[in-house]
Protein backbone atom coordinates (compact mmCIF):
# COMPACT_ATOMS: atom_id res chain seq x y z
CA UNK A 1 0.00 0.00 0.00
CA UNK A 2 1.59 3.34 -1.08
CA UNK A 3 1.89 6.10 1.79
CA UNK A 4 -1.06 8.64 1.36
CA UNK A 5 0.08 11.90 1.41
CA UNK A 6 0.38 14.73 4.76
CA UNK A 7 -2.43 16.60 3.10
CA UNK A 8 -4.52 13.65 3.54
CA UNK A 9 -3.29 11.80 5.81
CA UNK A 10 -5.97 13.62 8.79
CA UNK A 11 -8.79 12.72 6.70
CA UNK A 12 -11.69 10.45 8.68
CA UNK A 13 -15.19 10.09 7.27
CA UNK A 14 -17.08 12.69 9.73
CA UNK A 15 -19.49 11.57 12.25
CA UNK A 16 -22.14 13.80 10.67
CA UNK A 17 -21.72 12.26 6.95
CA UNK A 18 -22.27 8.53 8.83
CA UNK A 19 -25.59 10.13 10.67
CA UNK A 20 -26.85 11.99 7.68
CA UNK A 21 -26.37 8.21 5.71
CA UNK A 22 -29.23 7.76 8.28
CA UNK A 23 -31.81 9.91 7.26
CA UNK A 24 -32.06 8.96 3.70
CA UNK A 25 -35.50 8.11 4.29
CA UNK A 26 -37.83 9.37 2.09
CA UNK A 27 -40.26 10.41 5.38
CA UNK A 28 -37.41 12.30 6.68
CA UNK A 29 -37.93 16.24 6.88
CA UNK A 30 -34.72 17.61 6.09
CA UNK A 31 -33.09 21.19 6.78
CA UNK A 32 -29.71 19.81 6.21
CA UNK A 33 -29.18 20.58 2.56
CA UNK A 34 -27.70 24.18 2.08
CA UNK A 35 -28.80 23.74 -1.46
CA UNK A 36 -31.28 25.67 -3.84
CA UNK A 37 -35.17 24.60 -4.15
CA UNK A 38 -35.35 21.63 -6.89
CA UNK A 39 -38.64 23.30 -7.77
CA UNK A 40 -37.20 26.30 -8.62
CA UNK A 41 -34.64 26.16 -11.33
CA UNK A 42 -35.61 27.59 -14.33
CA UNK A 43 -35.61 24.93 -16.30
CA UNK A 44 -38.26 26.58 -19.09
CA UNK A 45 -35.94 29.70 -19.57
CA UNK A 46 -33.27 27.40 -20.23
CA UNK A 47 -34.81 24.73 -22.40
CA UNK A 48 -35.65 28.63 -24.61
CA UNK A 49 -32.11 29.37 -24.65
CA UNK A 50 -31.41 25.54 -25.81
CA UNK A 51 -33.30 25.36 -28.23
CA UNK A 52 -33.21 28.77 -29.84
CA UNK A 53 -29.06 28.23 -29.81
CA UNK A 54 -26.99 29.11 -33.08
CA UNK A 55 -25.43 25.53 -34.42
CA UNK A 56 -21.98 27.89 -34.04
CA UNK A 57 -22.66 28.15 -30.51
CA UNK A 58 -23.67 24.40 -29.81
CA UNK A 59 -20.18 23.39 -31.11
CA UNK A 60 -18.37 25.34 -29.18
CA UNK A 61 -20.45 24.51 -26.39
CA UNK A 62 -19.11 21.06 -26.45
CA UNK A 63 -15.33 22.17 -27.25
CA UNK A 64 -12.62 23.05 -24.44
CA UNK A 65 -12.62 26.87 -24.34
CA UNK A 66 -9.59 29.11 -22.82
CA UNK A 67 -8.68 28.50 -19.21
CA UNK A 68 -9.45 32.21 -17.54
CA UNK A 69 -13.12 31.01 -19.41
CA UNK A 70 -15.77 31.35 -22.24
CA UNK A 71 -15.23 35.38 -23.33
CA UNK A 72 -18.71 36.47 -23.51
CA UNK A 73 -19.49 35.19 -20.37
CA UNK A 74 -16.24 37.08 -18.99
CA UNK A 75 -17.96 39.89 -20.98
CA UNK A 76 -21.72 39.60 -19.19
CA UNK A 77 -19.84 39.15 -15.80
CA UNK A 78 -17.74 42.05 -15.81
CA UNK A 79 -20.91 44.54 -17.14
CA UNK A 80 -22.81 42.68 -14.24
CA UNK A 81 -20.21 42.98 -11.58
CA UNK A 82 -19.85 46.67 -12.36
CA UNK A 83 -22.86 47.67 -11.44
CA UNK A 84 -22.19 45.98 -8.05
CA UNK A 85 -19.27 49.01 -8.24
CA UNK A 86 -16.94 45.90 -8.08
CA UNK A 87 -12.68 46.97 -9.86
CA UNK A 88 -13.42 44.66 -12.94
CA UNK A 89 -11.44 47.34 -14.87
CA UNK A 90 -8.13 47.40 -12.60
CA UNK A 91 -8.48 43.79 -11.74
CA UNK A 92 -8.67 40.19 -13.85
CA UNK A 93 -11.91 37.98 -13.85
CA UNK A 94 -12.07 34.37 -14.69
CA UNK A 95 -14.77 31.76 -14.29
CA UNK A 96 -13.78 28.43 -12.01
CA UNK A 97 -15.60 25.43 -11.73
CA UNK A 98 -17.60 26.84 -8.93
CA UNK A 99 -16.82 29.17 -6.38
CA UNK A 100 -15.58 26.42 -4.41
CA UNK A 101 -12.70 25.87 -7.05
CA UNK A 102 -11.59 29.77 -6.64
CA UNK A 103 -10.85 28.48 -3.14
CA UNK A 104 -8.78 25.94 -3.59
CA UNK A 105 -6.81 27.38 -6.42
CA UNK A 106 -6.15 30.67 -3.68
CA UNK A 107 -5.09 28.13 -1.22
CA UNK A 108 -2.80 26.51 -3.68
CA UNK A 109 -1.64 29.56 -4.13
CA UNK A 110 -1.01 30.99 -0.74
CA UNK A 111 -0.78 28.93 1.66
CA UNK A 112 2.26 26.39 2.62
CA UNK A 113 1.63 24.41 5.89
CA UNK A 114 1.72 25.59 9.56
CA UNK A 115 0.22 29.27 7.43
CA UNK A 116 -2.52 30.46 9.70
CA UNK A 117 -5.33 31.08 8.59
CA UNK A 118 -8.57 32.79 10.14
CA UNK A 119 -12.35 32.42 9.38
CA UNK A 120 -14.90 33.82 11.20
CA UNK A 121 -16.60 30.84 13.77
CA UNK A 122 -18.89 29.69 12.23
CA UNK A 123 -17.58 29.31 9.25
CA UNK A 124 -18.73 27.51 5.78
CA UNK A 125 -17.06 23.54 5.70
CA UNK A 126 -16.20 23.37 1.98
CA UNK A 127 -14.07 26.64 2.94
CA UNK A 128 -12.91 25.06 6.10
CA UNK A 129 -11.53 21.65 3.98
CA UNK A 130 -9.60 23.24 1.44
CA UNK A 131 -7.67 25.40 4.12
CA UNK A 132 -7.23 22.08 6.04
CA UNK A 133 -6.23 20.10 2.55
CA UNK A 134 -3.24 22.38 2.48
CA UNK A 135 -2.40 22.10 6.09
CA UNK A 136 -3.23 25.69 7.54
CA UNK A 137 -3.49 26.23 10.95
CA UNK A 138 -7.10 27.41 11.43
CA UNK A 139 -8.40 29.99 13.99
CA UNK A 140 -11.98 30.88 14.37
CA UNK A 141 -12.87 34.46 14.97
CA UNK A 142 -16.16 34.63 16.32
CA UNK A 143 -18.95 36.12 13.80
CA UNK A 144 -21.41 38.63 15.84
CA UNK A 145 -24.75 39.34 14.43
CA UNK A 146 -23.43 42.36 12.17
CA UNK A 147 -20.08 40.48 11.50
CA UNK A 148 -17.05 39.48 12.55
CA UNK A 149 -15.62 40.11 15.70
CA UNK A 150 -12.95 42.87 15.10
CA UNK A 151 -11.88 43.24 18.86
CA UNK A 152 -10.54 39.49 18.73
CA UNK A 153 -9.28 39.62 15.04
CA UNK A 154 -7.22 42.81 16.02
CA UNK A 155 -5.89 40.99 19.07
CA UNK A 156 -5.20 37.76 16.93
CA UNK A 157 -3.45 40.10 14.16
CA UNK A 158 -1.53 41.93 16.71
CA UNK A 159 0.33 38.87 18.35
CA UNK A 160 0.29 36.32 15.43
CA UNK A 161 0.84 36.63 11.63
CA UNK A 162 -2.26 34.78 9.93
CA UNK A 163 -1.73 34.58 5.44
CA UNK A 164 -5.32 34.81 5.06
CA UNK A 165 -8.81 35.70 6.32
CA UNK A 166 -11.70 34.07 4.77
CA UNK A 167 -14.89 36.01 5.19
CA UNK A 168 -18.46 35.56 4.04
CA UNK A 169 -20.20 39.43 4.51
CA UNK A 170 -23.43 38.16 2.81
CA UNK A 171 -26.57 35.95 3.70
CA UNK A 172 -23.54 33.97 5.93
CA UNK A 173 -23.37 30.53 5.78
CA UNK A 174 -24.28 29.01 7.85
CA UNK A 175 -24.38 32.31 10.41
CA UNK A 176 -27.45 34.01 8.04
CA UNK A 177 -26.33 37.52 9.17
CA UNK A 178 -25.09 40.11 7.01
CA UNK A 179 -22.59 42.31 7.45
CA UNK A 180 -22.92 46.13 8.45
CA UNK A 181 -21.72 48.91 6.30
CA UNK A 182 -19.41 50.35 8.86
CA UNK A 183 -18.18 46.64 9.87
CA UNK A 184 -16.91 45.81 6.39
CA UNK A 185 -15.30 49.27 6.39
CA UNK A 186 -14.01 48.79 9.88
CA UNK A 187 -12.41 45.74 8.39
CA UNK A 188 -10.54 46.88 5.69
CA UNK A 189 -9.06 49.92 8.08
CA UNK A 190 -7.99 46.72 10.33
CA UNK A 191 -6.76 45.46 7.57
CA UNK A 192 -4.50 48.18 5.87
CA UNK A 193 -0.99 47.45 5.34
CA UNK A 194 -1.20 44.25 7.53
CA UNK A 195 0.14 41.99 4.25
CA UNK A 196 -3.31 39.56 5.22
CA UNK A 197 -4.87 38.94 2.12
CA UNK A 198 -9.00 39.08 2.36
CA UNK A 199 -11.05 36.44 0.58
CA UNK A 200 -14.65 38.07 0.23
CA UNK A 201 -16.75 34.84 -0.85
CA UNK A 202 -19.89 36.40 -1.91
CA UNK A 203 -22.03 33.51 -3.14
CA UNK A 204 -25.19 34.53 -1.86
CA UNK A 205 -25.35 38.31 -2.89
CA UNK A 206 -28.18 37.79 -4.63
CA UNK A 207 -30.51 36.86 -2.02
CA UNK A 208 -31.90 39.38 -0.07
CA UNK A 209 -35.31 39.74 0.79
CA UNK A 210 -35.87 43.47 1.40
CA UNK A 211 -34.43 46.89 -0.17
CA UNK A 212 -32.76 47.57 2.85
CA UNK A 213 -30.91 44.40 2.89
CA UNK A 214 -30.33 44.88 -0.56
CA UNK A 215 -27.87 48.17 0.19
CA UNK A 216 -26.41 46.25 3.16
CA UNK A 217 -25.03 43.73 0.48
CA UNK A 218 -22.52 46.24 -1.37
CA UNK A 219 -19.20 43.78 -1.81
CA UNK A 220 -16.14 44.61 0.23
CA UNK A 221 -14.40 44.89 -2.67
CA UNK A 222 -16.40 47.52 -3.94
CA UNK A 223 -15.05 49.97 -0.98
CA UNK A 224 -12.07 51.83 -0.50
CA UNK A 225 -9.62 48.78 -0.45
CA UNK A 226 -6.45 51.28 -0.34
CA UNK A 227 -3.23 48.86 1.27
CA UNK A 228 -5.76 45.74 1.68
CA UNK A 229 -5.40 42.99 -0.87
CA UNK A 230 -8.81 41.43 -1.21
CA UNK A 231 -9.74 38.14 -3.91
CA UNK A 232 -13.73 38.51 -4.17
CA UNK A 233 -15.20 35.05 -5.28
CA UNK A 234 -19.13 34.85 -6.57
CA UNK A 235 -21.00 31.60 -8.21
CA UNK A 236 -23.75 31.05 -10.42
CA UNK A 237 -24.92 28.39 -7.92
CA UNK A 238 -27.39 30.13 -5.91
CA UNK A 239 -28.87 32.48 -8.94
CA UNK A 240 -28.48 29.47 -11.82
CA UNK A 241 -28.08 26.04 -10.65
CA UNK A 242 -24.99 23.98 -8.79
CA UNK A 243 -25.30 21.69 -11.38
CA UNK A 244 -23.61 24.17 -14.07
CA UNK A 245 -20.74 24.22 -11.92
CA UNK A 246 -20.16 27.80 -12.49
CA UNK A 247 -18.39 30.74 -10.48
CA UNK A 248 -15.74 33.23 -10.43
CA UNK A 249 -12.62 35.46 -8.92
CA UNK A 250 -11.87 38.61 -9.41
CA UNK A 251 -8.39 39.37 -8.22
CA UNK A 252 -5.24 41.60 -8.91
CA UNK A 253 -3.46 40.95 -11.99
CA UNK A 254 -0.74 39.47 -9.93
CA UNK A 255 -2.40 36.90 -8.25
CA UNK A 256 -4.96 36.23 -11.17
CA UNK A 257 -2.00 34.96 -13.45
CA UNK A 258 -0.91 32.29 -11.09
CA UNK A 259 -4.36 31.52 -10.04
CA UNK A 260 -4.65 31.05 -14.02
CA UNK A 261 -1.63 28.71 -14.09
CA UNK A 262 -2.86 26.97 -11.34
CA UNK A 263 -6.45 25.79 -12.74
CA UNK A 264 -4.70 25.25 -16.22
CA UNK A 265 -3.15 21.95 -14.21
CA UNK A 266 -6.61 21.49 -12.23
CA UNK A 267 -9.12 21.16 -15.33
CA UNK A 268 -7.75 23.44 -18.28
CA UNK A 269 -11.27 24.97 -18.65
CA UNK A 270 -15.03 25.41 -16.44
CA UNK A 271 -17.05 23.55 -18.52
CA UNK A 272 -17.70 25.26 -22.02
CA UNK A 273 -21.14 23.95 -22.20
CA UNK A 274 -22.72 25.05 -19.33
CA UNK A 275 -20.87 28.65 -19.75
CA UNK A 276 -22.64 29.11 -22.90
CA UNK A 277 -25.90 28.81 -21.41
CA UNK A 278 -25.06 30.99 -18.39
CA UNK A 279 -24.00 33.67 -20.85
CA UNK A 280 -27.38 33.21 -22.99
CA UNK A 281 -29.21 33.59 -19.47
CA UNK A 282 -27.62 36.40 -18.85
CA UNK A 283 -27.23 38.22 -22.18
CA UNK A 284 -31.11 37.55 -23.16
CA UNK A 285 -31.89 39.17 -19.99
CA UNK A 286 -33.27 35.86 -18.04
CA UNK A 287 -31.48 36.70 -14.82
CA UNK A 288 -33.18 39.35 -13.29
CA UNK A 289 -36.43 37.82 -14.23
CA UNK A 290 -35.09 34.77 -12.57
CA UNK A 291 -33.90 36.37 -9.42
CA UNK A 292 -37.15 38.52 -8.40
CA UNK A 293 -38.77 35.18 -8.64
CA UNK A 294 -36.79 33.36 -6.53
CA UNK A 295 -35.92 36.11 -3.66
CA UNK A 296 -39.67 36.06 -3.59
CA UNK A 297 -39.71 32.23 -2.97
CA UNK A 298 -37.02 31.93 -0.31
CA UNK A 299 -38.16 34.84 1.80
CA UNK A 300 -41.70 32.70 1.92
CA UNK A 301 -40.13 29.98 3.49
CA UNK A 302 -38.09 32.34 5.78
CA UNK A 303 -41.21 33.57 6.60
CA UNK A 304 -42.46 30.23 7.95
CA UNK A 305 -39.55 29.22 8.90
CA UNK A 306 -39.49 31.98 11.43
CA UNK A 307 -43.04 31.95 12.66
CA UNK A 308 -42.80 27.59 13.41
CA UNK A 309 -39.41 28.78 15.19
CA UNK A 310 -41.51 31.43 17.29
CA UNK A 311 -44.25 28.99 17.78
CA UNK A 312 -42.09 25.98 19.19
CA UNK A 313 -38.41 26.57 20.28
CA UNK A 314 -37.65 27.04 23.88
CA UNK A 315 -37.21 30.53 25.25
CA UNK A 316 -33.64 29.83 25.81
CA UNK A 317 -32.77 28.75 22.24
CA UNK A 318 -31.81 32.05 20.34
CA UNK A 319 -31.33 32.95 16.54
CA UNK A 320 -31.91 36.35 14.44
CA UNK A 321 -33.97 36.43 11.50
CA UNK A 322 -31.96 36.28 8.52
CA UNK A 323 -32.42 39.10 5.95
CA UNK A 324 -31.49 36.89 2.97
CA UNK A 325 -30.00 33.53 2.00
CA UNK A 326 -31.00 30.13 2.92
CA UNK A 327 -30.67 29.74 6.93
CA UNK A 328 -31.41 30.15 10.61
CA UNK A 329 -28.93 28.91 12.54
CA UNK A 330 -30.13 28.58 16.31
CA UNK A 331 -28.28 28.74 19.58
CA UNK A 332 -28.74 26.55 22.56
CA UNK A 333 -28.38 26.37 25.34
CA UNK A 334 -24.03 25.88 26.25
CA UNK A 335 -24.82 22.49 27.99
CA UNK A 336 -26.76 21.13 25.10
CA UNK A 337 -24.82 19.07 22.63
CA UNK A 338 -26.49 19.49 18.89
CA UNK A 339 -25.14 16.07 17.98
CA UNK A 340 -27.23 14.33 20.62
CA UNK A 341 -30.51 15.90 19.73
CA UNK A 342 -29.80 15.29 16.04
CA UNK A 343 -29.84 11.31 17.00
CA UNK A 344 -33.14 12.19 18.34
CA UNK A 345 -34.28 14.20 15.75
CA UNK A 346 -33.22 11.67 12.86
CA UNK A 347 -35.46 9.07 14.85
CA UNK A 348 -38.58 11.37 15.12
CA UNK A 349 -38.17 12.75 11.33
CA UNK A 350 -36.04 15.83 10.45
CA UNK A 351 -32.63 16.46 10.25
CA UNK A 352 -30.35 19.63 10.45
CA UNK A 353 -26.83 19.86 10.55
CA UNK A 354 -24.74 20.31 14.09
CA UNK A 355 -23.05 23.32 14.67
CA UNK A 356 -19.45 21.76 15.23
CA UNK A 357 -19.70 20.99 11.36
CA UNK A 358 -19.12 24.23 10.77
CA UNK A 359 -16.33 25.02 13.64
CA UNK A 360 -12.99 25.32 12.18
CA UNK A 361 -11.49 23.41 14.98
CA UNK A 362 -14.56 21.21 15.04
CA UNK A 363 -15.81 21.87 18.76
CA UNK A 364 -18.53 24.41 19.72
CA UNK A 365 -21.67 22.19 19.40
CA UNK A 366 -24.35 24.36 20.96
CA UNK A 367 -25.70 25.23 17.63
CA UNK A 368 -27.86 23.85 15.18
CA UNK A 369 -27.98 25.17 10.89
CA UNK A 370 -31.70 25.31 9.74
CA UNK A 371 -31.89 25.69 5.89
CA UNK A 372 -34.67 26.28 4.34
CA UNK A 373 -34.02 26.46 0.80
CA UNK A 374 -34.51 23.20 -0.38
CA UNK A 375 -37.77 21.98 0.74
CA UNK A 376 -41.50 22.17 0.77
CA UNK A 377 -43.48 25.12 2.30
CA UNK A 378 -45.69 22.59 4.27
CA UNK A 379 -42.76 20.31 5.61
CA UNK A 380 -41.62 23.33 7.40
CA UNK A 381 -43.70 23.57 10.64
CA UNK A 382 -44.12 20.31 11.04
CA UNK A 383 -40.68 19.49 10.69
CA UNK A 384 -39.68 22.53 13.18
CA UNK A 385 -42.03 21.18 15.45
CA UNK A 386 -39.72 17.41 15.61
CA UNK A 387 -36.43 19.32 16.07
CA UNK A 388 -38.44 21.47 19.12
CA UNK A 389 -39.58 18.53 20.67
CA UNK A 390 -36.03 16.95 20.48
CA UNK A 391 -34.33 20.19 22.23
CA UNK A 392 -36.94 20.55 24.73
CA UNK A 393 -36.39 16.65 25.89
CA UNK A 394 -32.54 17.28 26.43
CA UNK A 395 -33.16 20.75 27.97
CA UNK A 396 -35.22 18.20 30.65
CA UNK A 397 -32.97 15.69 30.68
CA UNK A 398 -30.00 18.17 31.38
CA UNK A 399 -31.69 20.69 34.06
C1 LIG B 1 -20.41 30.41 1.45
C2 LIG B 1 -20.30 29.50 0.29
N1 LIG B 1 -19.27 29.65 -0.55
C3 LIG B 1 -19.11 28.85 -1.62
C4 LIG B 1 -19.99 27.83 -1.88
C5 LIG B 1 -19.69 26.92 -3.02
O1 LIG B 1 -20.42 27.18 -4.10
P1 LIG B 1 -20.09 26.61 -5.54
O2 LIG B 1 -21.22 25.73 -5.88
O3 LIG B 1 -20.00 27.84 -6.38
O4 LIG B 1 -18.79 25.89 -5.52
C6 LIG B 1 -21.08 27.63 -1.04
C7 LIG B 1 -22.02 26.52 -1.28
O5 LIG B 1 -22.88 26.20 -0.53
C8 LIG B 1 -21.23 28.49 0.07
O6 LIG B 1 -22.24 28.32 0.93
Redesign the pocket.
Known amino acids: MPYFSQSVQHIRSSEIRDLMKLATRPDVISFAG ?2 PNNDLFPIKEVDEIMQNLPAALKKTAFQYGPTAGYPPLIKSLKKYLKQKGLPVDTHRLMIT ?7 NILGMEFIDPGDLVLTENPS ?1 I ?2 IAVFKAFQAKLTGVPLQNDGIDLQVLQKIIQSEKPKMLYV ?1 PNF ?2 PGGVIYSLQKRKALLDLLSGSGILLLE ?1 D ?2 NELYFSAKAKKQTKPIMSLDTTDVEVVY ?1 G ?4 ILG ?1 GF ?3 WLLAPPSIYEKAQIIKQGIDACSPNFTQVIANEFMRQGYLSNYLDKIRIAYKQRRDQMAEALEKYMPKDVLWQKPEGGFYFWLKLPQNLDSTAILKDSIKKGAVFVTGKTFDPNGRQNNHMRLAFSNMQLNEIEPGIKIIADAIKSHMLVNS
Do not use: E, V
Open positions: GMTGSLQAIFGGIHNDAYTSFSKPRLG
